[in-house]
């Protein structure tokens, strides 16, 4: 590498984890988030740091950042007095959502507010039509005429959002001119830049996300710069972006709803940074904590990335009751699911676990601190997959028998004791995390039995090996520093841009030379953005189209060569698409023409290499002189499992399952049906045994 | 089987079809599937009894597919049931209430053994005939007709009848690209079940599907067994298509069933608003899981408890040749008929009126005499107000009882030439109330210069507004126009000029409790958002002209209330 100090820096809701990479070293910090003022925290975290390494602030060359901020402003509503300009006709979009319920048998359902109240939506006369042609112009006095209207109202920030301004911007950039005029003070965003893609609904809704938490970002942002500048850290600061890449400062605080959910991003890029040392094709990343549990598909080194996804959800993480973001993002699926999940006993008499979390106050019944219902971690706990007096290093003393009574009563209107409760339960949010893999491989199209998983966060651990045996996963990685997943990953991602376009272009009008001009267009101006963060590394460009038959709603996601995409060719692109639908979908349709709607060329740096990785020599099975009992549910039974250090683990050692490998943070269950060898860079390499 | 891998298998289940659901989304043609979500998806065990149904769908899709399967069964007959095989039909009455319902069951096998059915069902832009309308006087009108038998013969698709019903269909693209998704999505989930039986060694579905009935019946006989076991008779009267039509029905709570008797009902109309039994009773049914066992998933067991009945070639049991295309009009006022018996027995549970049907039209573009272009079918789906609920307002213009959603409009106008010049909520139209009812939408629909149309309307509640519940006002009533001034009616084909605009307000909701005992908060919230006009906060809810005054200054000054 050629910048060789590097800080990455990752904001969570609990803690900030940050990372100092000095050559090889790394040096690590976990301490608790400082909310009103987020920029503490990294303060003294890159401190504490830097003392571990012996070097100075400013010896840092390049400091990579992530952060739940922008997320939590949504969640929990804390952005700018915003306005929204639109069509007129149209003042409602944001309100009237897609008109339905998202749960159909509550009669008492509440829909979650708009950010904007009405009140704060202004609309002009103006008109679009679906081919991008003007119907009704928009006359720059009604604009200048707003502005004085809504001046003296005290809007920090306005988002403008036209009915197709994702094929024709004309209208938008004149309302953003007016205002830079007239309100120079006032931040604006446009629907046309944030998120050019059809759907009125998903597009308006992400430009108002972006445009009401800009303010509370752009100040952020400028003033973790300053005060890193004071404490002697003068070197370029680049922010994570949901997407996966890295972008600059600058262009993190105008589109700051492309940091939401950057901290699972770069947990995605680590994952990829492990399945790249190990030559990986097919990874499935599992990252579980205390709430929530993430699951990402990694095919070719690479997180899969999708164009929509959902934040807030106000309704036990039910689909639909958060509000729609449309942003290149890593695609993930996260799931109400982590060691402090709650469960309980419904009127089919069936076990549900979360999302409700017993979190860290009063936490799992087995804290002690008061907490009367069992969560996850009492049945890791029953389970044998803890050990009491060993959790957390030591800092937490779990009360076992807290844990059995809560389990009891768990167990009572189901006729089970407390183990068999505690097999239920765990064997219940183990499904729910298998479901939401299995229907995320099969959204893409994936089949999981050849892929290996790699686990990080705290609770992933204990949870992985049963996780494979239900999906059929043979191997399972779970490396060291897995703590501080995220912030390893921001260290590891390359600076990027996606430049995208709404075209919509049949096959059967396939224009050649058109296509070759805009994809070119898009590469020069994605380059030429990555150029800005980084002055002399190799970029490269991926160029992809989304394709459909025409008359469907969704596309799906068509990779391009750069020899494809230079020289063009109509049979190329139907031969690619129709070999991808039948991947996905088992069959094309007959008959029927195919078109592209969305272009997006992504430029890249390299990620960053893996490092080479030598072959462990010999491997030798190692006895662990502790055993603990471990109910095995698999073979629904307790059996005997060996218990041994990860410390103790010398390279090559292998030990089968049944057996738990401890350390400070966690615990690795081996399961009976697989056994683990420790590999040359400490990674806990779990293997199923063929019978 | 262990009680937890029974456990374990039920949410396999639940999850399978909901990727079957998904598949159906991502490839289906037909915006009212891909956009709105006018579909269901479900599987059965090998007696066509349904095990589990997709959570995205639709209450009247949902609960009358339960009984297709039964019928595919009986007409294609045990003995000729193939692998490879996919089976379809759009009957009314042996399907989910109207032609354009299109629904496909595959035979599901493993390991040579047929172990049970994948069915789904979506709602298809159109079926030939006269169009997507009231007009029809019999089902032969409505459009063509597929009776009960095989699209794919051993893996092997009908060409025959492929060719037919491009033959018959305005958008014959759109229909034979809607039947691959379905026959597609029955796939994705016959693998997955394949996937599961071999996972815990199972050769057929009769342990879980046992357990599944077993544990369904008995938690929702619990919940009607807490109930108290009486009767009530309930009762709305809604527009129809030329007279009014009264709604009416007993309801029975007994110690182990519940019971919707819907005799004193309307007969016939000559118009396709008349509605086979199978939706009415997904309905009524609908209405009462809700309101008694929200939370029990559907599967032939939970829904067993829910009888309904009706006198043959009553509105709500119509038989063959009745038309029926806009079945849905009347199905979804049938939960608040049911509403207002249940809040008889039950106080305090149900909500007001709303705006009931959907509020759904379908234009046929084509050029104006001497100009050019193509003839397009555009389809829309749009919702009224909610009524307002025993503690808190009825939802603004969001679908009750129907599951599906709206289609954005930038998506819609990429069908046809169709341009929609306004869609955003309708103030005043809320009922008042202690609990204000849901507002309506306005919205106007017209076309690209050059296009005229003929505009289906399939509206109600112009001249029967929903009614509040204990003090609550109506909602306000649908209006309907040209904007030239030309008066049009709620239901019916009417033709529009090149030029012209339809100016539609859509109904809303009724309010709940008397308006005098509104939060003043509320009452200030409404105003300043302008949910209700200054008016109506003086006249429905007695604010002070000065009050009102107030509230309109300070949003002017852009404070937040």
């Known amino acids: 590498m050629q910048h060789n100090i590097r800080l990455g820096v990752d904001i969570g809701g609990t803690f900030t984890d940050v990372v100092l990479e000095v050559g090889a070293a790394q040096f690590s910090t976990k301490v608790l988030t400082t909310y009103a003022a987020p920029e503490d925290a990294i303060i003294d975290g890159m401190h504490q740091v830097c003392a571990k390494a012996g070097i100075a602030p400013g010896a840092i060359s390049q400091i990579i950042h992530g952060t739940t901020l922008a997320t939590n402003a949504l969640i929990e509503r804390r952005g700018a007095k915003t306005a929204l300009i639109t069509t007129e006709g149209f003042r409602d979009v944001i309100e009237m959502r897609t008109e339905s319920r998202f749960e159909q048998y509550d009669l008492n359902l509440q829909l979650p507010e708009p950010l904007l109240p009405r009140q704060h939506r202004f609309t002009l006369s103006e008109r679009m039509d679906a081919q991008g042609n003007v119907l009704i112009p928009l006359d720059r006095a009604d604009v200048e005429a707003l502005a004085d209207q809504i001046a003296p109202m005290g809007f920090e920030s306005i988002a403008v959002g036209l009915i197709h301004a994702y094929l024709n911007d004309a209208h938008e950039q004149v309302i953003r001119d007016v205002f830079a005029q007239k309100l120079p003070d006032v931040m604006v965003s446009i629907s046309s830049e944030v998120s050019p893609q059809m759907r009125e609904y998903e597009r308006f809704n992400t430009t108002v996300a972006n445009a009401y938490i800009k303010p509370l970002m752009k100040s952020y942002l400028g003033r973790l710069k300053g005060r890193l500048a004071e404490e002697g850290a003068g070197c370029p600061i680049f922010l994570m972006h949901s997407g996966g890449g890295i972008i600059s400062l600058e262009s993190a605080a105008e589109f700051p709803v492309r940091l939401v959910e950057s901290g699972p991003a770069g947990g995605a890029v680590f994952a990829a940074n492990i399945a790249a040392r190990y030559d990986l094709n097919k990874v499935l990343s599992f990252d579980m904590g205390g709430t929530t549990a993430k699951i990402c598909l990694i095919k070719d080194q690479t997180p899969k990335t999708a164009r929509v996804f959902e934040v807030a959800r106000t309704y036990r993480f039910k689909k639909g009751s958060g509000m729609p973001i449309s942003i290149p993002v890593i695609d993930m699926v996260e799931i109400g699911a982590g060691g402090g999940s709650l469960a309980h006993v419904d009127a089919m008499r069936q076990i549900r676990v979360g999302p409700e979390s017993a979190g860290s106050e009063p936490g799992p019944a087995c804290y002690g601190r008061g907490g009367a219902r069992p969560a996850v971690t009492d049945a890791d706990l029953t389970l044998g997959k803890l050990d009491p007096d060993n959790f957390a290093g030591g800092s937490i003393q779990l009360h076992a028998d807290a844990s059995a009574t809560a389990l009891s009563e768990l167990g009572a209107p189901l006729d089970m004791d407390a183990l068999t409760a505690a097999h239920g339960l765990a064997e219940v949010v183990d499904e729910n995390m298998a479901n939401a893999a299995r229907v995320h491989a099969v959204e893409n199209g994936e089949d999981l039995a050849d892929y290996t998983m790699i686990a990080f966060g705290g609770a992933a651990p204990l949870h992985a090996g049963r996780l494979c045996e239900k999906l059929g996963v043979q191997r399972l990685l779970v490396p060291t520093g897995a703590g501080v997943g995220s912030a390893i990953g921001f260290l590891r991602a390359p600076f990027s841009f996606e430049a995208t376009r709404s075209v919509y272009m049949k096959l059967s009008d396939f224009a050649p030379k058109t296509v070759k001009t805009l994809l070119s267009d898009m590469e020069t101006e994605a380059t030429g953005f990555v150029r800005t963060c980084d002055a002399d590394a190799d970029i490269h460009a991926e160029y992809k189209v989304y394709m459909r038959y025409t008359g469907q709603g969704w596309e799906i996601p068509i990779s391009l060569t750069r020899a494809q995409a230079m020289a063009p060719d109509v049979a190329t692109f139907q031969s690619l698409f129709e070999a991808d639908y039948t991947a996905l979908f088992g069959r094309t349709v007959a008959g029927m023409d195919i078109e592209i709607t969305v272009w997006a060329v992504n430029a890249t740096t390299d990620a960053a290499q893996a490092d080479a990785l030598a072959e462990v020599s010999t491997e030798s099975r190692v006895q662990a002189n502790a055993k603990r009992s471990l109910f095995d549910p698999a073979l629904s039974k307790i059996v005997d499992a060996a218990v041994i250090a990860r410390a103790d683990l010398a390279q090559g050692a292998t030990i089968p399952g049944p057996a738990l490998i401890t350390e400070d943070e966690t615990t690795i269950v081996v399961p009976s049906s697989r056994q683990a060898t420790a590999r040359v860079d400490g990674t806990i390499d779990i293997n199923e045994v063929k019978a | ?561």
């Open chain 2, 1 to 561: 089987m262990s009680n937890v891998a029974n456990q374990v298998m039920w949410n396999r289940l639940i999850s399978i079809v909901e990727e079957q659901a998904q598949a159906l989304v991502r490839t289906a043609f037909s915006t009212s599937v891909r956009e709105a979500g006018d579909l269901s998806a479900g599987v059965y065990n090998a007696d066509g009894l349904m095990l589990a149904q997709a959570v995205t769908g639709t209450p009247g899709h949902v609960n009358a597919m339960a009984d297709a399967v039964a019928h595919f069964i009986r007409r294609i007959g045990r003995d000729n049931l193939c692998e490879g095989d996919v089976y379809i039909t759009n009957d009314p009455w042996e399907g989910t209430g109207h032609l354009h319902d299109i629904t496909v069951v595959t035979p599901s096998f493993h390991n040579g053994n047929h172990v049970g059915f994948f069915a789904c069902t979506a709602h298809v832009v159109d079926i030939g005939g006269r169009g997507f309308g009231a007009d029809a006087a019999s089902v032969y009108e409505e459009g063509i007709y597929i009776p009960i038998m095989k699209f794919a013969d051993r893996g092997t698709v009908d060409q025959t009848l492929i060719h037919m019903l491009r033959g018959n269909v305005r958008e014959p693209d759109q229909l034979v690209g809607d039947l691959y998704a379905l026959a597609t999505c029955n796939e994705i989930g016959q693998r997955r079940l394949a996937e599961m039986l071999d996972e815990f060694a199972l050769v057929d579905l009769n342990g879980i599907g046992a357990f599944i009935l077993e544990n369904s019946r008995r938690a929702t006989l619990e919940k009607i067994a807490g109930l108290p076991q009486a009767s009530a008779d309930g009762g709305m009267t809604i527009d129809g298509f030329d007279v009014p039509i009264d709604l009416r029905v007993k309801l029975t709570i007994e110690k182990d069933r519940m019971i919707c008797d819907f005799a004193g009902t309307s007969g016939l109309d000559k118009k396709g608003i008349n509605v086979p039994l199978v939706y009415t009773k997904a309905y009524a049914c609908y209405a009462l899981k809700c309101a008694v066992a929200p939370e029990i998933p559907n599967n032939a067991a939970s829904l067993a408890p829910f009888e309904v009945t009706a006198p043959v070639n009553s509105i709500v049991n119509a038989v063959h040749p009745a038309p029926v295309a806009l079945r849905h009009i009347i199905g979804h006022m049938i939960p608040d008929t049911v509403y207002d018996a249940l809040d008889k027995i039950l106080p305090a549970t149900v909500p007001a009126e709303g705006a009931g049907c959907l509020c759904n039209f379908q234009v046929s573009l084509r050029p104006a005499p001497g100009q050019d272009g193509a003839r397009s079918e555009v389809l829309a789906f749009n919702s009224g107000g909610a009524g307002a609920r025993p503690t808190v307002d009825g939802l603004n213009a969001t679908a009750f009882p129907s599951g599906v959603m709206t289609m954005p409009i930038e998506a819609t106008e990429h069908t046809g030439p169709v341009i929609i010049w306004r869609k955003e909520l309708r103030p005043d139209s809320g009922g008042a109330g202690q609990y204000r009812g849901g507002l309506g939408q306005f919205m106007e629909v017209g076309a690209t210069k050059g296009y005229e149309f003929d505009f289906s309307a399939m509206f109600d509640r112009v001249d029967h507004p929903a009614r509040g519940r204990r003090g609550g006002e109506s909602g306000g009533p649908t209006t309907i126009s040209r904007d030239d001034g030309a008066a049009m009616q709620g239901k019916g084909k009417q033709f529009v000029p090149d030029g012209a605009r339809v100016i539609l307000g859509l109904p809303g909701g009724a309010g709940y409790g008397d308006a005098a005992a509104r939060d003043p908060d509320l009452i200030k919230r409404d105003l300043a958002r302008g949910y209700i006009s200054a008016q109506s906060a003086m006249d429905d809810y007695g604010l002070s002209e000065q009050t009102v005054a107030a509230i309109l200054d300070a949003v002017a000054k852009g404070e937040t209330a």
